[in-house]
């Protein structure tokens, strides 16, 4: 299996870049092949805006969705985002590993998606969710959170987890057509000891482990919508 790691911390000796070593490492010894962005080493380019361009559709009005559909086309995306388009292209799996900033991801992070998940290739029409773009891949989240578990559960004080990440899970990784693993959560790591963070890398790599026989989360099908995607029947419950 060919796996990318999409690795956005901006600091090489944190927790999150000791996940990112051992994974790279646990894959490669169960003989898959690893590529990581690392995006604050690559000093990731964050804004979505005309420079993304060589050539436009429009020259007078930007319409960034369209645009990145006539770069595709024609091959004239910037360099650093058809070099992530390679990779995303040659991934069977995409890990995101990162820190949660405000219930989301890093602003770098953000970007990539913005630039890289383009329309035309990733999405676009009705290609979404099942007939999305990079359907027969996978993705999966390897995050860190600076708040302990019981803060994230449906009755806790900052909601239900699931909620928090929805935009993620459903509103990207599942909207692009990706089947999207259960996320790899490190609770409250800038408190817990040493031994504590060791218990959470084996953890992750146990995880690793098993990555094959996970089952993916539930998202909508296309096939359960009309063609004005009003629901045929009542859809099943969805994260």
């Given at each position: ?27 490669q010894?169960?003989?898959h ?17 005309s ?15 369209l ?35 405000w ?38 989240l ?70 094959d ?27």
């Amino acid at each position: 299996m060919n796996v990318l790691i999409v690795f956005a911390h901006n600091e090489p000796q944190s927790f999150n870049a000791s996940m990112k070593t051992l994974a790279v490492e646990e894959l490669q010894a169960q003989g898959h092949n690893v590529k990581v962005s690392d995006l604050y080493a690559m000093r990731w380019k964050a804004v979505a805006d005309s420079d993304d361009f060589g050539s436009r559709a429009n020259a007078d009005y930007l319409i960034y969705a369209l645009e990145q559909r006539h770069g595709y086309e024609k091959k004239t995306l910037a360099p650093d985002i058809l070099t992530e388009l390679d990779r995303l292209e040659w991934a069977d799996l995409v890990i995101f590993n990162f820190p949660v900033y405000w219930f989301s991801m890093p602003a770098i992070l953000k970007g990539w998606v913005d630039r890289v998940l383009i329309s035309g290739r990733c999405y676009g029409g009705m290609r979404f969710y099942d007939r999305g773009g990079l359907t027969g891949k996978k993705a999966m989240l390897a995050i860190t959170i600076g708040g302990q578990e019981h803060m994230l559960a449906a009755d806790g004080i900052h909601g239900a987890f699931e909620d928090m990440l929805r935009p993620i899970l459903r509103g990207t990784l599942a909207y692009t057509g990706m089947a999207v693993l259960p996320p790899f959560v490190a609770w409250h790591v800038p408190y817990v000891t040493p031994e504590q963070r060791a218990e959470l890398l084996e953890r992750y790599r146990q995880r690793l482990r098993e990555i094959d026989d996970l089952t993916p989360l539930q998202f909508p099908s296309m096939d359960d919508f009309d063609e004005t995607l009003r629901p045929k029947t009542p859809c099943r419950k969805t994260h």
